[in-house]
């Protein structure tokens, strides 16, 4: 059943500056009217259709052909299809990893297999949020199971992960609520699959479907800010590019991240209390509140980011704990040191993601010619060594040589050396190129016009690199198939100023060594907006670029994470061979900031695994499925103890080193001899320890 209705009530827009603790009995200001349009709501009979898997099922899901989807898609489809490829993006679906078996639909909220298909019934309530224009519009959805439990109200918080759209932590933190009978409050945090086509002067509506940007107004996920004169003679000199909201709204969404996250907790409030009205005496009061509703910040990577970023900012008691995974924080620098086991001490942590991404950005395509054995190392580059030589960024007289000494100043900057053997894979995948381009702009809050660093979007030639137009197929179906950061569902990074002229990133040959070395002048260029100074020259920059750079760093210093939870018990889980969030700069970082801010006040826990890092989705491929395990797994397990402290007080474990087992030599499907629990009683030389000055992790 589809119906549409208006949702009026008591809606607060929280948006803090600095972080601030819970007011004791404060309610939220009066009426804000941060919705806009109506919210769609939708009923999920749980046979047909539901919540957790559109219908699909757990073999669906698991499934390698995905749904099907006409010539001509209606918003439905579109939806199985984004629940679909979100939910592949970040669960592992084959058993050899545990679906079905340790997680998955087919599992009970208990982690016991049930052999079903697992869906779940409900009620879908989807609307924008955002700025009067609507341009910008910020997506916020609640699904609410048919479990849900009045007598024992409780929401989870589902923030999308990466740049993803509004499903995009439909099968971490939103499986694990739903399964509770909890309500899931979701946003895609104002990244989303925000795709607008310069060419054609078309955006995607709420439900992923494609339309004129005039026809669709404020309804767009997001159209481009400029004349129609200026998108013509863009279009015009520079065909077939798209621009992407992560990158081109010019609103750096981070920065309200934690505050999107707040308004999905709201409008959950807000939904809560129109499907189950108070009654008798006290019908004018509302029925659900945050004193007697459980509530859980949770998601993963930036999702989980969101959450705690939330947390900190939770001014009127809206969060009551926190459980999240592989988080992208952003900590402000603390004076503290972190050693792991016998190393030497890291005292330069906590950079920020763009400072250690676009670092490794021109380092790796070299680097990874130092593990030849490492998996889905498809993209290593002898050229990119030659033109770093040239360029006098490495010492190095020959290829192997200089290969050792880009990896060297990679885990210099604070890389753990267990993230290197995950890395080659990650640069062949497009990742820290892709995020690179995406946070610069972000940060800058640049125009898609001025293609930062000579970078645009665009689908490509397969032999020439050359911009084309995207495959009316592949754009029909982009809002189920991107994930909201280019290269992504047939758009990918194009090299303005290549030799020859606009080409694919990869198959570019750059101006300046006349060969193709993966497009070394972008990321140098990157890299120089990171540091404010040119990195072959170490001249200071001037002019726009210096411009450029200003802008970035106060872009940066808007997200950066206090440490300041408030005294709210939280529990970050974390792999050691993260290769897209390194744990000195991220989690490890935020731990002892954390530390330092509320000392004895602190309930943080932190949680570090190994053989676990970023994208579990990879463990399903020879390389991978020997050495690693589901970090997914660790993310439901600390969901289970924030459940069990908040409904039953008791205590969360302490910070700890877990320590898994590989699956080793074949691949043997995973058992619990893999996978240790989070444990009570820990060894004191697993125990993860503070002292004031110095974080102490177990090697």
């Not at 008591?10 to 939220?28: D, E």
């Not at 990869?506 to 120089?528: E, T, Y």
């Not at 889980?573 to 004895?600: F, K, W």
């Amino acid at each position: 059943m589809n119906h549409r209705r208006s949702l009026l009530g008591v809606l607060v827009c929280l948006s803090f500056a600095t972080p601030v603790a819970a007011i004791a009995g404060a309610k939220p200001p009066a009426i804000s009217r941060f919705l806009a349009g109506e919210v769609v709501v939708t009923a999920y009979d749980g046979v047909s259709d539901d919540l957790l898997t559109a219908g699909l099922g757990a073999s669906g899901l698991a499934n390698p052909v995905p749904p099907a989807v006409s010539s001509d898609p209606t918003g439905a489809e579109m939806r199985r299809l984004a629940i679909y490829n979100n939910y592949r993006a970040l669960v592992p679906t084959d058993a050899g990893n545990g679906y079905g078996v340790f997680f998955g639909p087919g599992v009970d909220a208990n982690g016991q297999p049930t052999g079903t298909e697992g869906l779940i019934a409900g009620e879908e309530y989807l609307v924008f949020a955002g700025p009067r224009s609507g341009k910008v519009n910020v997506t916020l959805m609640v699904q609410v199971p048919d479990s849900f439990d009045e007598a024992a109200p409780c929401i989870i918080t589902a923030p999308s992960s990466g740049s993803r759209g509004i499903y995009g932590a439909i099968g971490t933190a939103g499986e694990w609520g739903l399964k509770h009978g909890c309500a899931v409050a979701y946003t895609d945090k104002g990244t989303g699959i925000g795709a607008y086509d310069l060419d054609a002067d078309e955006a995607l509506s709420v439900d992923g479907l494609w339309s004129p940007a005039d026809a669709l107004g404020k309804g767009s996920i997001f159209t481009a800010r400029m004349s129609e004169p200026q998108r013509a003679a863009f279009a015009s000199e520079f065909p077939h590019r798209f621009a992407f909201k992560h990158a081109h709204s010019k609103q750096n969404p981070e920065k309200d991240w934690g505050r999107n996250v707040l308004q999905s907790i709201e409008f959950a409030f807000h939904v809560l209390n129109e499907k189950f009205p108070p009654v008798g005496k006290h019908r004018k009061a509302p029925r659900f509140t945050p004193e007697n509703t459980l509530v859980i910040a949770s998601s993963v990577s930036n999702g989980g980011g969101a959450s705690v970023r939330a947390a900190e900012q939770d001014r009127y008691g809206l969060i009551d704990g926190v459980a999240v995974s592989e988080p992208n924080v952003n900590p402000v620098k603390a004076d503290f040191a972190i050693v792991q086991g016998a190393n030497a001490p890291i005292t330069e942590h906590s950079r920020s993601l763009f400072d250690y991404t676009t670092l490794i950005n021109v380092y790796q395509g070299c680097a990874s010619l130092a593990l030849p054995t490492a998996p889905f190392n498809f993209a290593p580059s002898a050229n990119a060594c030659t033109s770093l030589a040239e360029k006098g960024l490495l010492a190095a007289g020959t290829t192997e040589a200089q290969a050792l000494e880009a990896q060297q100043i990679i885990n210099a900057y604070g890389w753990n050396p267990e993230q290197n053997a995950v890395q080659p894979s990650h640069w062949f995948l497009n990742v820290p190129q892709s995020i690179s381009v995406t946070y610069a702009n972000a940060y800058g809050r640049a125009d898609v016009r001025t293609n930062l660093c000579d970078y645009s979007l665009a689908a490509t030639d397969a032999a020439t690199g050359a911009p084309v137009p995207l495959s009316p197929t592949a754009k029909l179906l982009l809002f189920g198939t991107a994930n909201g950061i280019p290269p992504s569902a047939g758009v990918n990074l194009v090299n303005n100023a290549a030799v020859g002229g606009a080409t694919e990133n990869r198959l570019s040959v750059s101006a300046s060594s006349g060969r193709a070395d993966q497009n070394l002048d972008g990321a140098l260029c990157l890299r120089a907006l990171a540091t404010g100074v040119d990195p072959v020259t170490g001249e200071r920059l001037r002019g726009k670029d210096r411009a450029m750079h200003r802008h970035i760093m106060k872009g940066i210093r808007d997200i950066r994470a206090s440490g300041d939870l408030g005294g709210k018990p939280a529990v970050f889980v974390t792999g050691r061979n993260d290769a897209i969030l390194p744990i000195n700069h991220t989690s490890r970082g935020y731990y002892g900031l954390n530390q330092t801010v509320e000392g004895a006040h602190s309930q943080l826990r932190y949680y570090e695994v190994t053989n676990a890092h970023h994208l579990d989705i990879l463990n399903a491929f020879p390389g991978f499925a020997e050495q690693y395990v589901p970090l997914h797994h660790y993310l439901f397990q600390a969901l289970d103890l924030m459940w069990a402290h908040l409904k039953t007080g008791a205590p969360l474990p302490p910070s700890q080193v877990v320590r898994t087992v590989p699956r080793g030599t074949g691949a043997p499907a995973i058992t619990d001899a893999n996978l240790p629990p989070i444990a009570d009683a820990v060894p004191v030389s697993d125990l993860i320890r503070f002292d004031g000055s110095t974080l102490f992790v177990p090697e």
